[in-house]
């Protein structure tokens, strides 16, 4: 089986160089793909900023030149291998010689344009054509762009799909369009609102929107939430559109790297059986560290962040000094705005013993906070997915978060009712609702303390590993490339037409076996019931004493009469083509003489009561025909075809008992022949007939 081969284009990859999420997802995530399926590499930028340890390790390959717009520009590729991933930079000292990957935007526009370029430009030099190029945030987001322009004429980058990924929507790659223009080199036809333009300016990232066959974010919640005006950064209505492929997968972690029973950065090491024990060591030894107050009972609260709004620190800032009064410790790991760096600076000297702020970034004190503390305070105004939540998940340190983004996919609320859950959470932007959240924590570590310790088993055993997102991953590229999941020798189309016919076999008997027994009942029944209906016609036009003499000469009396009745239908069909008022009137006729014939009680009375019924019956029938020919004859008719529905009668009929109460139903369907103004005189004749022959009767019977 031949392997797909991926291609992720990012800026950052862990370990070479990272300033956020995005270096872990595309420096972890394609050692957990299967190896045996997927040929997965990355290609970034070499900064000169990197450590020396990975820049020793790098290998030229080649260099050539390429053309950016009016400019000719150097681009040498190097490569190395990390865990049996390859790894290629781009090269040029003119864009990546800086002293940190992001600088000014205009810059960065014109340096990861040339970045996009050259990686497309770099493939056939590398002997690498991926299936899919994999582009993260709008640093990458010209390669779509790019190959739907230039390349797309060439052979050898035809049927390329793209996937765009969304780490933050908020950074978008936003600059003037008349530079922009002059700087990345493609047609003007691109520099349309419905492409790259946006409100006057050019927008990588719509860009990349645009042009990706697929649009994903890292959680399912993100997706939806950045479709709203709230969340959308201006592209909503865009993200509206292109709906239909985007979707959201949730990021993961290394549990090789963040986890508690091997991290080297804790003193004591502990897992989901001791783990009540040895952190509590962890928490003493880290307050010793930070001089803090001493004490292994004390609920520490920690905070490993980029100092900014986006994290919800305007929040703790309008309650942190009550938040302080709590028995409560807070260490603060981070940088960012300078109003918040002042603010934990401040309340440090406040609060000594209690608040450590520690305005800076370690990886080893970030881990000594996951495994030392015993919650983790995350209120963020939005957050795409949020790595840090995870890693206190996995070292047991219990989340209090906004149920946002990628926090409320990852964190379930703490229900103590039912002792479920693996954090706190709380919905609205709100400053006290987040206070209250946190003293709702308190009281539970401090009043319920076994519920406590379920709570930070629960949350140990939870599953963000990057196998379950590289399992998605797997699915969203061969859903992309056409195969069906789990993918195997044909691709979907293929087993989707040779599958149909067999299909089809396997169920066509089932169903013609139950259509043709259906069949049959139904037959079995309209045979049946016509000719019950046709004895108890032509049994009350003729001679009824010759139905109740003997058992026996019912049973031939319906014999004969269904052969007749088949006859006189074949005879009914004729004359309904020809004469299709007379055709609907014969069903009147019979419904109208069942009445008398089931009431029969007696022989002779029947025969009495039957002759005149008979006569003024026909006249009934004759006389309406003949006046209302010209006048919408057949709507009376049409009253009267429901009683061709009386089917239920051919089930009581073998009731005799019952029938002479339905039997009159037929009579009262006739009265709409008062809709017939001009034939209120024969219904007075109708009915005095019948009324008298009923009182004979029932003197004879008397």
Request: glycine letters at 4%; a negative charge; one cysteine or more.
């Amino acid at each position: 089986m031949a392997r797909e081969k991926i291609l992720f284009v990012t800026s950052e990859a862990v370990p070479f160089i990272k300033t956020g999420g995005l270096a872990d997802v595309a420096g972890t995530l394609p050692k957990y793909f299967d190896r045996e399926k997927y040929d997965v590499r990355v290609i970034l930028p070499k900064y000169a900023c990197m450590k020396g340890e990975w820049k020793d390790k790098l290998q030229y390959r080649t260099h050539f030149e390429m053309q950016l717009a009016w400019r000719n520009m150097y681009v040498g590729i190097l490569e190395t291998e990390i865990d049996g991933i390859p790894f290629y930079f781009i090269d040029n000292e003119y864009y990546f010689s800086g002293g940190w990957p992001y600088e000014d935007i205009r810059w960065d526009i014109e340096k990861f344009a040339f970045f996009s370029r050259a990686v497309l430009s770099a493939l056939p030099s590398i002997d690498f054509r991926p299936d899919i190029i994999h582009c993260h945030d709008w640093q990458a987001a010209l390669v779509p762009v790019y190959l739907n322009d230039a390349f797309q004429s060439n052979p050898f980058y035809q049927n390329i799909k793209t996937v765009m990924t969304i780490h933050n929507l908020r950074f978008q790659g936003i600059y003037d369009k008349n530079i922009i223009r002059d700087i990345i080199g493609i047609s003007d036809s691109y520099f349309t609102p419905d492409k790259l333009e946006a409100y006057g300016d050019v927008n990588l990232l719509k860009g990349g929107i645009v042009y990706a066959d697929r649009v994903t974010t890292v959680s399912d919640t993100y997706a939806e939430e950045i479709k709203t005006e709230f969340y959308g950064e201006k592209l909503n209505q865009l993200l509206q559109a292109r709906s239909n492929v985007l979707s959201g997968i949730v990021n993961g972690i290394d549990y090789n790297i963040f986890n508690p029973e091997t991290d080297i950065h804790l003193p004591y090491k502990f897992n989901t059986q001791n783990v009540t024990t040895e952190k509590a060591k962890n928490k003493v030894e880290l307050q010793r560290q930070l001089g803090l107050r001493e004490d292994p009972n004390v609920m520490m609260i920690g905070i490993v962040s980029r100092l900014t709004d986006q994290k919800g620190f305007d929040l703790i800032e309008c309650v942190l000094d009550e938040i302080c009064q709590d028995e409560v410790q807070i260490v603060v790991l981070g940088t960012g705005e300078e109003r918040y760096e002042n603010m934990f600076r401040y309340y440090a000297w406040k609060y000594a013993g209690k608040v450590s702020a520690n305005i800076y970034y370690s990886d080893e004190l970030s881990h000594k906070i996951y495994g030392s503390c015993d919650a983790f305070l995350m209120p963020s105004l939005f957050e795409p997915c949020g790595l840090s939540q995870i890693m206190s998940l996995r070292y047991g340190t219990i989340p209090i978060v906004r149920e946002t983004g990628g926090l409320k996919d990852t964190v379930i609320p703490f229900n103590e009712f039912e002792n479920s859950g693996t954090g706190f959470s709380f919905r609205n932007y709100n400053a006290h609702e987040m206070m209250a959240t946190v003293r709702y924590a308190e009281r539970i570590f401090y009043d319920q303390k076994e519920q406590w310790n379920n709570l930070v088993k629960r949350a140990m055993e939870a599953d963000f590993s990057w196998n379950a997102s590289a399992e998605k991953y797997e699915i969203l590229y061969d859903h992309l490339l056409g195969w069906y999941w789990p993918r195997g020798e044909k691709k979907a189309e293929e087993a989707a037409v040779e599958a149909a016919p067999v299909q089809v076999e396997e169920k066509t008997p089932e169903k013609e076996a139950v259509e043709v027994k259906a069949a049959e009942e139904k037959e079995v029944v309209e045979e049946k019931a016509p000719a019950k209906k046709a004895t108890t016609r032509k049994a009350s036009t003729k001679k009824t004493t010759t139905e109740k003499k003997t058992a026996t000469a019912k049973k031939t009396t319906t014999r004969r009469t269904t052969a007749k009745k088949k006859a006189e239908e074949e005879t009914a069909e004729a004359v309904k083509t020809e004469e299709p008022a007379k055709a609907e009137e014969k069903p009147a006729a019979p419904a109208a003489e069942k009445v008398p014939a089931k009431r029969r009680t007696r022989k002779t009375t029947a025969k009495k009561v039957e002759e005149p019924v008979k006569t003024e019956e026909l006249k009934k029938v004759e006389e309406p025909v003949k006046a209302e020919e010209p006048v919408k004859a057949e709507e009376p008719v049409k009253v009267e075809e429901p009683v061709k529905t009386e089917e239920p009668v051919k089930a009581e009929e073998p009731v005799k008992a019952e029938e002479p109460a339905k039997a009159e139903e037929p009579v009262k369907t006739e009265e709409p022949a008062k809709v017939e103004e001009p034939v209120k005189a024969e219904e007075s004749k109708k009915a005095a007939p019948a009324k008298r022959a009923g009182r004979r009767g029932s003197r004879k019977k008397k």
